[in-house]
Each structure stands twice: as C-alpha cells, then as structure tokens.
C-alpha cells in the first residue's frame, strides 16, 4: 500500500518536504533521487537516509519496508562529494612523486651537494620497491577495484592524502639521506623477496575479491580461497589483502632497517585492522553460513 514519507533535516530537526505515494517495495537509492526531484539542491550521491536523526545510514539497494521506514525519514547532507577512484588516484599518485623527487636529494631537504654522493644499493631497492607498490595501486584502481560506493565526502580527501604524502616524505627523507646506512646484504635481499611476495598476495587478494563482484552492481560474496594459492589466506582470515599489506611494508621496514618505516607500518597496521575487524563483523552478521574459523586480520590471533 502506498503512503506519504516526511523528510526531515538531521541538522535542524525540521520538515523539508513530504514525498507522496510511495510505495514499501521503493528502495533508499530510488528515493534518493525522489528527494532531488523536490528539492534539487539534495544531490543524491550527497545524502544520506536514516531512520533517526543520529542512526546509522540506509543501504542504497535496501528497500522501505526492510529498512523498517515507518513513514518518515531523516536526511544527512554528507557535503561535497568526490569520486572514489579519483580519490585513490590522488592518494597514490602523491607518494609516487613526492618518493621520487625525495630520491633525486634535492637541496631543499638534503642541502647542496647531496645528489653527487653516492647512495647505497638499498635506496636504490627501496625506490623501486615503493614505486612498484604505488603503481599497482594506481593500476588495480584503474582496472582492479569495483567500488561499493561511487563518492565520498571531499574533505576526506585532503585527510587521506596528508596521511600518505606527509608518512612517504618522512621515510624518503630518511632512506634516501646521505647519511643513511644500509643492514647487511642478506637482511635487504631477505626483506625484498618477502616484499615481493607480499604484493603478490595482495594483488592475488584483489583480483580475487574483483571477481566477487560483477560489473556494475553491488552484489556481496563470501570471499573463498581459488586455485591461486595467495588466496588460500582466506582460509584464515577475512581481509587477507590488509595481511599482505602490513607484511609489504613490515618487509621494507626489515629491509631497510628504517624506523619511520617501521613506524608508517604500525600506523597502517593499525588503521587496517579497525577496518578489518568492521568488515569481519559485518560478513559474520550478512552470511548465517560465514566460516567460524575465521579471524579478521591475523590468522588464529586477531
């Protein structure tokens, strides 16, 4: 049976508008852009639906009647929004550039005279290492990943990208000073071959997760391991791609022998595992059937 929906502000607690004729089986997305007929300033890639004022938001594929919408809802203006791609492009493309130009010892860091003595073998790995690692970011974005949602706030941008421009400057800095002093041969080649092995993990992880997901929808999977055996991570843990990630940047650290290394891996660590654990909580809690072995980030501990 169709009904009327009262709009309200999540900011200021008041009516903006009634949407008629609506019926149950309508779903948040198509509301979404019922709202931007009335009022065209609620973009709906800018708005969030919420049963409360201060709930949590409703999925775009959820439907009135499932969300438990009962007759009215709240509206959040999320602000300006960006594309997700284009926010990982800025994220990754950041550290690619500021590394590399940290490499070439420019005098506003190093001081004049820097670029002309002689660097070690290691900076030469690291260079390459962080470079290969960025550039399969910005590819798996442009050909990998299939995101859930299309935008996000703008102002989350200049967050994420301080985070990873300013920890690349701070570990360049150090890698790439003249005065910096390489570990012995067989710690730099043994951190490199767990890197390399690592990324390969994570790519795997990635692909893996792709495949999950057709094309142009939002559909959710189990992920399971496949013949690939990176993927066989999945048996233990439920975000395997955030595993790979911190043995990637555990291995440079023991490669390098470089503190803020270390110190941007834990910072990592621990930003993946927030979100590894909401993830993991929220596979356990959409599929009845999720493997009960499973843990979120570190098999059998975490």
Known sequence: ????????????????????????????????????????????????????AKGKGLKDDSTLQSSGVQGRLFIKDLGPQIGWKTVFLVEYAGPLVVYLWMYQRPWLFFGDGAAEQPMTITAHIAAG???????????ETLFVHRFSHATMPLANLFRNSAYYWLFTAYVAYHINHPLYTSPGSNQVYGGLAAFILCELGNLSIHLALR????????????????????????????????????????????????????????????????????????????????????????????
């Open 1 to 52: 049976m169709e009904a009327s929906l009262e709009l309200v502000s999540t900011s200021s607690a008041k009516p903006i508008g009634t949407l008629k004729h609506v019926s149950p089986s309508s779903t948040v997305k198509e509301i979404k852009k019922e709202i931007n007929k009335l009022k065209k300033s609620y973009k709906p890639e800018r708005i969030e639906l919420r049963l409360e």
């Open 129 to 139: 290492c962080w470079t290969f690692h960025y550039v399969k970011r910005l590819l």
């Open 211 to 302: 495949n999950l997901r057709p094309a142009g929808t939002t559909v959710r999977k189990i992920p399971v391991a496949t013949g690939n055996p990176f993927t066989w991570l999945f048996s233990f843990v439920s975000c395997p791609n955030y595993t790979y990630e911190f043995g990637s940047w555990l291995s440079f650290t023991i490669m390098t022998q470089c503190l803020p290394a270390g110190i941007f891996a834990l910072a990592g660590m621990y930003q993946m595992t927030v979100w590894a654990i909401g993830k993991h909580r929220a596979y356990k809690k959409e599929f009845p059937n999720y493997p009960r072995n499973r843990k979120s980030i570190i098999p059998f501990l975490l």
